[in-house]
């Protein structure tokens, strides 16, 4: 029947015809290119044969003929292209078929993490995607992790670039993207060695005292002036303020007086472009186009945000230039504008201004969302597992007690706690995918030949719930960590949060004492509840995606200040 139908659809226009019959042919051997294509292409077929019966061929069907010719020739050719793009790798991990031109696209949904750890069930820990004209591997298992991290970690050190985070020619300067080789190992020298060594982390402890102090007082403002409290907005508040005292030795936000909020907006706003999904990342002919428009938004947002951190970079030239106080205390934004590289190993000089720019703006994206996401998806989880919430609370009375404020070392005393940060990342990564790595080689990798150039997700969202690994993976359950020596720090490739090799996130050390000492001091120095109506079961645990996984509803809840309540005390 189709072989009648493609034969007079030939005498309809012996060109078009001819083309039809050929792509036709071809689809339906590529039948993994999918049936929905093959039936649209037939009732394509089916409706010009009809008209060609009843003789009433005008110029509408003339034209859907020469379109869909082009149309047809198109696939062939990006599927051409595709073949070529693999590498001529035949051997490459399973994965689902694609459609033609976009591939896997539609199988990422707004949600991929959770998408993708769908498909491992079917396609085991390797997946091989192509989104658009982008191959993909996907990593979810600890044992791939691990196979990927300690034993090919090198060939997979490079990034994938997107076209948002080209705008304002952000990528030049940036440490999260740059290529693996001197000017990445230049800044992750400076950090480590800099702004996120045991002795700088020690000297900085009053500044977090004072940050976490601080919030305290805006809830206890909020909670007076509202009656409940969005944890979300305090603890990022908290952490911007952080690490612009590490880096500009002075705070920038207060809810309070809306200071520094113009800041603030515009490093959020780009945050949220750097995170959308674009096509033109996936199609390179579309990058000149922007058809989303996310290129543009990004410019003027991080343009803004750029001329924020410029003007900090400014004064702090300008003052360096007078400054008669030979004593005053060095922060980060003095580092950076006194490195000298070692120009013998291909290190810059010294580092333009305009990347001192970047660097400034990334430590600040890299650090508030994902410490805001972890906090808050803690505060959820506690408040929706009271027995967790008791437990947690009769630790700190215990350890801490009446002292109205944490230490920093009283963390090493409180493993409960320890577990419950634990078992938050394991359950809530706030980067799902970590940043994509690339393959900067050719790489024989776990039986496939996988392409230079592929994109690499490793899916640490699915790692951390995969039930191979873990008990009860859905449950939140902190007593897991507890007789374990399992952490995050890069070696147990089961919960890599941080991600692990040489690319983990730099600002680890940081990051660890920032969320104990904050969820310690939120649990400490309040009694936290669900809104009033508000009740576990009717929690909505709904993800949002942008640059961190974050709830999609922010949370609010009731803080009263607390007094230890001696019947805990004496109970435990
Ligand atoms: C809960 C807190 C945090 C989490 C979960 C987190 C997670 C991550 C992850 C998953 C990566 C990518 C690793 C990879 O590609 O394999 C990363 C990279 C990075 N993080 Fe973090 N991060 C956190 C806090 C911070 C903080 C506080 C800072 C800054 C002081 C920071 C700065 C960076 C930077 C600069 C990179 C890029 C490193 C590179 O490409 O070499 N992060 N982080």
């Known amino acids: 029947m189709r072989a009648t139908h493609m034969y007079k659809i030939i005498k309809l226009n012996s060109c078009c015809g001819r083309i039809h019959l050929f792509c036709y042919g071809r689809l339906l051997q590529k039948r993994n290119h999918s049936n929905m294509f093959d039936l649209i292409w037939f009732c394509v077929c089916e409706r010009a044969y009809l008209h060609w019966k009843t003789e009433r061929m005008d110029w509408t069907w003339f034209c859907v003929c020469v379109w869909s010719s082009i149309f047809a020739w198109a696939l062939l050719l990006v599927g051409f292209s595709n073949k070529k793009s693999r590498g001529g790798s035949k051997n490459l991990p399973p994965g689902p078929p694609g459609w033609p031109v976009i591939g896997n696209m539609l199988d990422l949904s707004s949600k991929p993490h959770q998408r993708l750890a769908d498909l491992k069930n079917k396609y085991g820990p390797l997946i091989w995607l192509r989104l658009g004209s982008v191959n993909t591997m996907v990593v979810s298992s600890a044992d791939a992790a691990m196979e990927m991290f300690k034993n090919n970690d090198l060939s997979f050190n490079g990034r994938t670039i997107t076209e948002a985070m080209r705008a304002c020619s952000y990528n030049e300067g940036s440490m999260a993207l740059a290529q693996y080789g001197p000017y990445w190992r230049a800044l992750r020298r400076i950090c480590t060695a800099q702004l996120l060594t045991n002795t700088r982390m020690k000297e900085s402890e009053n500044v977090r005292r004072k940050c976490i102090n601080n919030m305290h007082t805006w809830i206890s403002d909020e909670m007076e002036e509202k009656g409940s409290v969005e944890i979300a907005r305090h603890v990022s508040y908290m952490s911007f303020n952080l690490i612009a005292n590490l880096m500009l030795s002075q705070d920038l936000v207060d809810p309070q007086s809306k200071q520094g909020d113009e800041f603030f907006t515009s490093v959020s706003r ?26 543009k938004k990004m410019e003027r947002d991080l343009g803004l945000a750029l001329r924020f951190a410029s003007k900090f970079v400014k004064e702090r030239i300008q003052q360096r230039k007078s400054d008669q106080d030979e004593h005053r205390k060095k922060d980060f934004l003095d580092l950076l504008l006194e490195f000298q590289g070692d120009q013998k190993a291909g290190e810059p000089a010294k580092i ?25 998806w803690a505060m959820i989880e506690l408040l929706c597992n009271a027995r967790v919430l008791s437990e947690v609370q009769a630790e700190l009375n215990r350890v801490v007690g009446e002292k109205t404020s944490i230490e ?5 005393g409180l493993p409960y706690l320890q577990a419950v940060v634990k078992e938050t990342l394991r359950l809530h990564p706030p980067v799902p995918l970590l940043v994509p790595h690339k393959a900067i080689d050719n790489i024989e990798f776990m039986g496939y030949s996988i392409p230079k150039g592929t994109q690499i997700f490793v899916n640490v969202w699915a790692i951390g719930r995969d039930p191979t690994t873990w008990d009860d993976p859905l449950y939140f359950k902190p007593e897991r960590f507890m007789n374990s020596s399992v952490d995050y720090k890069g070696q147990h490739f089961q919960l890599i949060p941080f991600g692990a090799g040489r690319r983990i996130c730099v600002g680890l050390p940081l990051a660890h004492r920032v969320l104990h000492l904050t969820l310690a001091s939120l649990l400490h120095s309040f009694e936290w509840t ?27 809840a009731v803080a009263k200040s607390r007094h230890i309540d001696q019947e805990t005390k004496g109970a435990t």
Do not use: C, H, Y
């Open 270 to 295: 780009f945050v949220q472009w750097g995170g959308k999904p674009n096509v033109a990342d996936f199609f390179p002919l579309l990058k000149r186009l922007d058809p989303q428009g996310i290129k």
């Open 352 to 376: 333009m201004e305009k990347d001192v720019n970047v660097l400034i703006l990334e430590l600040f994206t890299a650090s508030t969302d994902t410490v805001t996401s972890t906090l808050e």
């Open 408 to 412: 920093e070392e009283d963390i090493e």
């Open 530 to 556: 669900l809104e009033s109506g508000m009740t576990p079961e009717k929690m909505d645990m709904k993800e949002r995606m942008g640059i961190t996984l974050r709830k999609a509803d922010p949370l609010k």
